[in-house]
């Protein structure tokens, strides 16, 4: 026999449900999202039990409906196609956001204290709205409510600082270094791209990572070129007590942005390249900037190149957020 304990508890997930579907506050999206939880949950509790009392399912279309019906034919608790999501997609990972923004916020307090962005010596002009852009862009990208503002002030910061590489590039397209600077803002554009187009976009999430794998597949690409031609100088940024030299890290990690490149450009194995490209950078600014900010701390670029990597680490780590959200999403029982 079920208790009236049992009972009670099992019908709250139905109680909520209807309460739910009835209440204004919510909208269509968060209505969508909070029946998937409770309909999952109410199956949970009525199929663990050695007798399952007359179950009701959700009927309806995406927009929602108040009726309810009964279990199949089969005797299984059912809920709604739409609803029938991985329970883990609702919780995806934000970190890669959260990354993202403490790493732009960073940057706009570097920004401010020397007056000075990746090695550009600002005006005053310039240096104190790219800062606040880069502060509050930074903070309001860490909350659900705002992170499309953030993304979208930061986006168009990183823009700008992008287009300013384009005159050097056409001034002296063989120095490779302008190419390389505009590639490293460019990723972080995407990174902020990915975050808007991530809470409201018009295209479908198929499109959505086609787009971002190919953009950074290229920043990726760019990075690989710009190692291999300034391999000598990547090599001594590696610390010497790491074995087995510095030049075969140098080397090592030049191949890894490689593969990390093709991976995206062909989706082959798109989620796992950028979870290990996001890695390697991490592990790139904890062994390498972190280190050179506690030997020189007073040294601009140590702290700007160390922001820089953190957010690109970010961007890659956005993708892969948005990557691993569409998996769970394309595997949803059917």
């Known amino acids: 026999m079920v208790s009236g304990r049992m009972m009670m508890i099992r019908a709250c997930p139905s109680l909520s449900i209807a309460a739910v579907m009835k209440d204004p506050y919510f909208n269509a999206g968060s209505r969508a999202r909070h029946l998937t939880v409770l ?53 995806s990972s934000n970190l890669g956001r959260h990354v993202f923004g403490a790493a732009a916020l960073a940057f706009g307090l570097i920004t401010l204290a020397w007056h000075d962005y990746n090695g550009w010596h600002l005006p005053r002009y310039i240096v104190y709205p790219a800062a606040a852009a880069e502060i509050f862009g930074g903070a309001a990208i860490q909350f659900r409510r705002t992170a499309k503002t953030g993304a979208v002030v930061l986006g168009a910061v990183y823009l700008v600082f992008a287009l300013l590489c384009v005159p050097q590039i056409f001034a002296k397209p063989q120095i490779y270094n302008s190419w390389g600077n505009f590639f490293e803002q460019f990723s972080l554009v995407t990174g902020a791209a990915i975050v808007y187009a991530r809470s409201s976009s018009p295209w479908s ?77 991490v592990i790139f600014g904890l062994l390498v900037w972190v280190l050179l900010i506690l030997s020189d701390p007073h040294n601009h670029t140590n702290w700007s190149e160390t922001a820089e990597t953190f957010a690109i680490a970010g961007a890659a780590w956005i993708l892969a957020d948005l990557l691993g959200e569409y998996r769970l999403n394309d595997h949803r029982p059917r």
């Not at 510095?246 to 990390?260: C, G, N, S």
């Open 39 to 91: 309909s999952s949950f109410s199956v949970l509790l009525q199929t663990s039990g050695k007798r399952t009392s007359k179950s009701l399912r959700l009927a309806g279309n995406r927009e929602g409906s108040s009726q309810m019906r009964p279990e199949d034919s089969r005797g299984e608790a059912t809920i709604p196609r739409y609803a029938r999501v991985n329970i883990n997609a609702y919780y």
């Open 205 to 281: 999430r198929e499109t959505l990572n086609r787009i971002g794998r190919i953009l950074l597949g290229i920043c990726a690409a760019s990075f690989t070129l710009e190692q291999a031609i300034y391999l000598g100088a990547t090599a001594n940024l590696v610390p010497k007590w790491l074995p087995p030299t510095q030049m075969f890290w140098a080397v090592t990690t030049t191949v890894l942005f490689a593969l990390a490149a093709v991976a995206l450009l062909t989706n082959r194995m798109a989620l796992l390249a950028t979870r290990l490209l996001t890695m390697m950078l």
